[in-house]
């Protein structure tokens, strides 16, 4: 790590992002959007959320050589990086950032003609894509030194992170967290905490950096703290009306993915918590007229967010629930500061997707339970297998037990190739219909 | 009292217009739920064009004018494209409604148009329980038959009987309505008998749709409708699979646009 860059990567961090910041928010003060007449009010802390992430993708290119870089998967045990302070890029939240930004088929397309399948996931194709042609609406990215991997979430981030680990020619850590059939096994604990053992020498041969465990107990109790508010955030939608709508969260989960374990989510989730226990006590909700209340499975369809949010609010609906935000709250409970490697491995290998369709049907029930929800809408999603297999039985199987209204709508989250709207259009027009909104 | 009826004074008229990918439909009933008359026109590229002709065929059919229609519900996918429709309505629901006014023990309905089908499951009312449709692709569809029949220069209502006169079965394996097509010529150039190769494309859609009908699981009797109901080889088929004979009304093709005539009627009546 050189002197020069990392003056310079200090030198914008205390002044020229600000500097940016403030610039931009001064030129957006002159444009105020039209109240839409079936939304709420838009949150007052949604403009600190765009300055954190915008801030964090710019600070990204000025991180080279001043810090470790390391590209991660969602749901990576992150905590562990943080205490070698490595600067960390999440390539799924820029897939989603891309997909919002309705550029998912132009990148997806750049790793196409190299070869790659378009039936391979969008955020892995569009990760590719931007590889190999540098293309981003977030301006640039930094060359990664460390990819870091968990196999929690999906098999396919393997293979494209050992795809990018030859392509670069750069070191690939795998943290390997088994399925669980039923109840997770003391072996498989073992066998986790092993391998955060062993990755230690060489996130310190990496970085330069030297491990302490009471840095690591710290970051420990901040990621706890900040999923924990995480969590919170989405209890409020308990309330009628819901404060915010999952729409929102959908955009609000960025802290929680990409700056998990940094002191600056955790003063964010405060911020939005306050904001919307506030809410709350006045009675303000995402939607003006809440009718019915939906629940949400599967990713979000990041193009469609705008346009779905006004679809679902102009008939009063809200979507109250998410499989997809609760899986960053979901389990952190676990983490724990005295048994810090335990309770990492319990946290990571015990979320949704590493569990079986047993534990999500019990999930989705009690989520609909405490939620009070109506109906639900499902996304079988082209790109994310594990998340979509098996949604036809626990719909079937939520119908029976609760008696619970919903439809199946196919999409891709980043590449509208794979998307029809007419097709899509009919199935919710027909599930308004069958609600009787 | 019959002279009061004759010209309208005391009747109110329902239309239901289905705008398809490939035909739109219309339907016009009095306030008994007769059906007064219908026509079927081809969609073509200018939706609105279609629905004023098919609109104005019916109505001089029936002998009114567009003034004398109290409630207007447009379905199919050009629904949103009609400015003067009071409610635009799912053919989801449509076709429900008029399987179970048509034959009241439905409640299965298999709907196979020009561009989609759908699996739609009702309950005793007509109500829609549950749905399923084709994901984006047109296998499986009237459109996949449509240019099949194409590739053989057949028409399409010989196309059915031809299947029917097949003594063995030669099965397709492609599932794009293009690569499918490819492998036709392929086995026509290889002499194989026509019947034998249009049986195995009619079991290639009944197979897709059979799919279907098992994820919604098939309760009760069982009404199809659409284009493809018309289709002898299709229905034949499908039977075979059901294990139980099919309910098909003469003029399947108006389903969804009956349907929405009956649920302007109701419409119209609630709002009164």
């Given at each position: 790590m050189s002197f020069a860059q990392k003056a310079r990567y200090n030198f914008m961090k205390d002044l020229g992002a600000p500097a940016l910041m403030w610039l931009r928010q001064s030129q957006r003060k002159k444009r105020p959007r039209k109240p839409n007449?079936?939304?709420?009010?838009?949150?007052?802390c949604a403009g600190r959320l765009r300055e954190i992430m915008t801030r964090h993708y710019y600070l990204s290119r000025f991180s080279k050589g001043a810090k470790p870089v390391a590209w991660v998967t969602?749901?990576?045990?992150?905590e562990l990086l943080r205490v070698f302070d490595f600067y960390t890029i999440y390539p799924e939240n820029h897939g989603a950032l891309c997909g919002a930004q309705k550029k998912g088929p132009e990148i997806c397309s750049e790793a196409e003609k190299k070869g790659?399948?378009?039936?391979?996931c969008s955020y892995a194709r569009i990760d590719l894509g931007h590889a190999f042609?540098?293309?981003?609406?977030?301006g640039r990215l930094p060359r990664p030194d460390l990819l870091f991997c968990a196999n929690n979430i999906c098999q396919t981030v393997l293979y494209w992170y050992k795809e990018l680990s030859y392509y670069w020619n750069i070191p690939l850590i795998i943290f390997d967290t088994p399925y669980n059939f039923q109840d997770i096994r003391e072996k498989d604990i073992e066998y986790m905490v092993c391998q955060f053992e062993e990755m230690i020498p060489e996130l310190e041969r990496i970085s330069g950096c030297k491990y302490s465990h009471d840095r690591f107990m710290k970051i420990i109790g901040i990621a706890r703290e900040s999923a924990s508010t995480w969590g919170r955030v989405l209890a409020t939608?308990?309330?009628?009306?819901?404060?915010?709508?999952i729409f929102d969260a959908f955009v609000h989960l960025a802290p929680i993915v990409?700056?998990?374990?940094?002191?600056i989510a955790l003063d964010y989730y405060r911020i939005l918590l306050d904001e919307l226990e506030e809410r709350v006590a006045k009675g303000i909700?995402?939607?003006?007229?809440?009718?019915k209340r939906l629940m949400w499975d599967n990713i979000a369809v990041w193009f469609k967010l705008r346009d779905w949010s006004l679809l679902f609010a102009e008939r009063?609906?809200?979507?109250?629930?998410?499989t997809y935000t609760n899986a960053w709250a979901e389990?952190?409970?676990?983490?724990d500061e005295m048994s810090p490697f335990e309770s990492m491995a319990r946290a990571y290998s015990l979320v949704v997707l590493n569990n079986s369709l047993n534990y999500r049907l019990k999930l989705m029930e009690q989520m609909i339970r405490d939620y009070q929800v109506d109906g639900l809408v499902i996304l079988s999603l082209r790109s994310c297998k594990p998340y979509s297999v098996g949604q036809y039985d626990l719909r079937r199987l939520l119908g029976e037990r609760l008696g619970i209204k919903s439809v199946v709508i196919e999409s891709d989250m980043t590449d509208f190739?794979?998307?029809?709207e007419e097709q899509t259009r009919t199935r919710l027009e027909a599930f308004f219909e069958a609600l009787e909104v | 009292m019959r002279l009061w009826r004759f010209k309208g004074l005391s009747m109110t008229y329902f239309a239901g217009i289905d705008i398809g990918s490939l035909t739109t439909e219309v339907v016009i009933l009095d306030s008994n739920a007769d059906m007064l008359s219908y026509s079927i026109n081809l969609t073509g590229a200018d939706c609105n064009e279609a629905v004023d002709q098919a609109l104005g065929q019916a109505l001089s059919r029936a002998g009114?004018?567009?003034?004398?229609?109290?409630f207007i519900v447009a379905t199919g996918?050009?629904?949103?494209?009609?400015?003067?429709?009071d409610k635009k309505i799912t053919e989801i629901s449509c076709h429900g409604t008029s399987a179970h006014h048509l034959f009241?023990?439905?409640?299965t309905v298999i709907d196979i148009g020009g561009q989609d089908s759908k699996v739609i499951r009702i309950d005793k009312e007509g109500k829609v329980l549950d749905f399923t449709m084709n994901d984006?692709?047109?296998?499986?569809?009237g459109r996949f038959l449509e240019v099949m029949a194409g590739a053989f220069r057949v028409s399409l209502e010989d196309f059915g009987q031809l299947s029917l006169k097949a003594e063995r079965e030669i099965p397709i394996?492609?599932?794009c309505t293009v690569f499918a097509e490819s492998e036709v010529i392929s086995l026509i150039a290889q002499n194989q008998a026509r019947e034998d190769i249009i049986r195995g494309l009619h079991s290639s859609v009944v197979n897709r749709i059979w799919n279907m009908v098992q994820t919604v699981g098939v309760h009760g009797a069982v009404t199809m409708s659409g284009?493809?109901?018309?289709n002898r080889g299709v229905v034949v088929l499908m039977e075979e699979k059901l294990g139980k004979p099919i309910h098909i009304h003469t003029?399947?093709?108006?389903m969804g646009a009956l349907g929405a005539a009956l649920l302007a009627k109701r419409h119209f009546l609630q709002e009164k």
């Open positions: 007449p079936y939304l709420g009010p838009p949150l007052k969602s749901g990576a045990p992150v790659y399948h378009p039936d391979l042609s540098g293309k981003t609406p977030a939608m308990k309330h009628r009306p819901a404060p915010i709508s990409s700056l998990r374990g940094l002191p909700g995402a939607v003006t007229n809440e009718s009063g609906l809200n979507f109250v629930a998410a389990t952190i409970h676990y983490l190739r794979a998307y029809s | 009114l004018s567009r003034d004398q229609l109290s996918y050009g629904r949103v494209t009609i400015p003067f429709s009241p023990d439905t409640e984006k692709c047109a296998a499986g569809t394996s492609s599932v284009g493809v109901a018309k003029e399947p093709q108006i």
